[in-house]
């Protein structure tokens, strides 16, 4: 077996400022038990504001600091994402609380070009969503554990002898991860213990005695002389997603930065499941009114993530904010299967109609979705109610066609045309009587004629009393 580990030691601090290209000087703050700095950004931390100081501390030296409460509840829905991110890359994930992904990736080498490849994939994989972490690989997903935490990118195979390259760990580590009490790691520290391999050397009997089991078991799973089970983690059917901003935005223009990281974990979503989808909601929050709804709608099923990008752009360019945002809320269901596709030698046939489609949506999230229409023709003679509209897409109803050709460009009442001098009759007539039955009947000779100024126009002939002749539309 392989194990990637992927460890977010600053995950407290990240899902604050994931959804901001820039969070300024802010530190996170745990209340218990007593109130300091668990994390703070690159800017506090220059100014002075360094985890385990005290809150009044930290202002002293850097009075334009933000704080924020450490929020577990988002921060372990932080890691389900990613855990639900990972799935892209093997179907065996096990998330390791609080901070670590576990990712059983043997059957997925081949598939990504090998172990070099595939940690630099997860490693460009993770920037979309605006977390860092430390990469490592292993044999046992507690030995990756501890080398993500203490040397980032080592990749570790299961050669002979792997077992000896933890030794340099250090003794601390028994506690990362492991079922190792920490008076029994102080214990191991007052007797000299630095090192794994200073453990290794401990008479066992002594360490049974002193009720210090858990170091030899901890031991063991971490050189995979014990096994050591993994419970997976299995996605949610139904994608949810939630960025919490670090400060209010008023504007709507640095929200498309949060909805990207969003975006991004949706996407991720959907190639687990090889799925796409049509639809999904984006909810900005406000503290004291209703959240708001944006609908976004794609003519296709996909999992495009700069055509959501770019769709949602469209909706925010549209959007008056009725107050601050303080969170950005993606959700999204009912996925259908994406069936795969071979490559095309002369190019994908679906490029042009996706591009008209992509044309289309965001003309509807930008004008609004009962602005852009299409037009079916009905079962009816009269032109005025031969056609209806509908959405676009559209097909019209069975055995239901177009009654000849008509002008692209109808007027809604037909104009009088006080003279016919100088218009030359191409083709009809094309009689037209109907209506009878709901008191609007006509009776007209319709033609097709071109104007003096050479317009191709549609023309007819009224043949009930007073008569006269009318242009009723113009050909492209």
């Known amino acids: 077996m392989l194990w990637f580990a992927l460890t977010l030691p600053d995950l407290p601090l990240q899902v604050f400022t994931r959804g901001v290209d820039d969070p300024g000087t802010l530190a996170v703050v745990e209340h218990h038990p007593r109130a300091c700095i668990v994390a703070a950004t690159a800017e506090a931390l ?14 002293a030296v850097a009075p334009q600091l933000q704080l924020r409460d450490r929020d577990f509840v988002l921060e372990a829905t932080t890691l389900d994402e990613c855990g639900t991110w990972a799935g892209q890359f093997t179907p065996c994930v096990s998330l390791d609380q609080p901070d670590t992904i576990l990712l059983e990736v043997s059957a997925s080498l081949r598939l990504f070009g090998g172990l070099d490849a595939l940690a630099r994939r997860i490693a460009e994989a993770l ?8 990469i490592a690989a292993a044999p046992t997903p507690l030995a990756a554990r501890w080398l993500a935490r203490t040397s980032p990118g080592k ?34 520290r007052d007797i000299g213990v630095r090192r794994i391999a200073d453990v290794a050397r401990l008479p066992r009997d002594g360490l049974a005695r002193r009720q210090a089991s858990a170091v030899i078991d901890t031991l063991a799973r971490a050189r995979g002389e014990q096994p050591d089970p993994r419970p997976w983690f299995i996605p949610a059917a139904r994608f949810e997603s939630r960025i919490v901003l670090p400060a209010s935005v008023e504007r709507t223009e640095p929200l498309l930065f949060a909805a990207g990281r969003l975006f991004s974990g949706l996407t991720a979503w959907l190639v687990a499941r090889h799925a796409a989808l049509d639809r999904c909601r984006l909810y900005l929050e406000h503290e004291d009114v209703p959240e708001t709804l944006l609908e976004i709608v794609t003519g296709r099923p996909g999992r495009d993530e700069a055509r959501l990008a770019l769709l949602a752009r469209e909706h925010l360019a549209a959007l008056t904010l ?17 069936p795969a596709r071979t490559p095309d030698l002369f190019g994908d046939p679906e490029t042009a109609r996706d591009s008209a489609t992509l044309l289309l949506d965001r003309l509807r999230a930008r004008l609004g979705p009962d602005a852009v229409r299409t037009v079916l023709p009905v079962a009816e003679h009269r032109p005025e109610r031969a056609w209806r509209p509908a959405e676009p897409g559209s097909r019209p109803a069975r055995g239901v066609c177009g009654p000849g050709p008509r002008p692209l460009w109808l007027i809604d009442e037909p104009r009088a045309l006080g003279s016919m001098r100088g218009f030359t009759l191409l083709s009809g007539p094309e009689r037209i009587e109907s209506g009878w039955w709901d008191g609007d009947d006509v ?34």
């Open 443 to 476: 009776r007209r000779d319709y033609y097709v004629a071109r104007t003096p100024d050479a317009v191709l126009s549609w023309v007819f002939e009224r043949l009930d009393p007073p008569g006269g002749w009318y242009v009723h539309g113009f050909f492209g």
């Open 127 to 134: 920037v979309p969503l605006g977390l860092n972490a430390g």
């Open 46 to 59: 220059a100014r002075g504001v360094e985890p385990g100081r005290s809150v009044a501390g930290a202002l």
């Open 322 to 338: 009725p107050a601050p945002v303080e969170a950005l809320r993606l959700s999204a269901e009912a996925p259908a299967t994406l």
């Open 155 to 188: 990749l570790m195979r299961a050669s002979k002898g792997w077992a000896r390259s933890l030794d340099a760990l250090p003794v601390g580590l028994l506690g990362d991860g492991g079922t190792v009490s920490k008076p029994t790691l102080e214990l191991l």
